[in-house]
């Protein structure tokens, strides 16, 4: 009986160690959970405040490409008003008033009060 006692006795002891080696193991666990959610957080955080960065950035560049796109509708407009004036001004020095040979442009040519008008003649 005093053997029985005894290895009655070691169980009981065997389940307490693992018993306290499990709580270990879960205070660990429940540690390791608390600092995964922080990094967690952290990184939706960052991830949050790239995707707002780049959202700005794609807007800023979108609006430059847009004005750049008016601004080169401007300045191909105003040259193909100067290259018109230049030939008007090459058949009026050469005395050829017959009408341009090729035919006009289309699309909206922008007034530009800046530039001169041709006068032929």
Known sequence: ???ASKEFGRQVDALVAENQHLRVKSDNDDITIRLMQEQY??????VESMRNK????????TTERD????????????LLQAADIVMQAARADV???TPEKMPPQTGSHIV???LPTARIG
């Not at 780049?54 to 560049?61: G, M, V």
């Not at 796109?69 to 300045?75: D, E, G, L, S, T």
Request: net charge negative.
């Open 1 to 3: 009986m005093l053997d």
């Open 95 to 97: 005395g050829d008033e």
């Open 67 to 78: 004005e750049a796109v008016i601004k080169h509708a401007k300045i191909k407009s105003l």
């Open 112 to 114: 530009d009060e800046r």
């Open 41 to 46: 957080k952290a990184l939706a955080a960052s």
């Open 54 to 61: 780049y959202e700005r950035q794609i807007f800023q560049l």
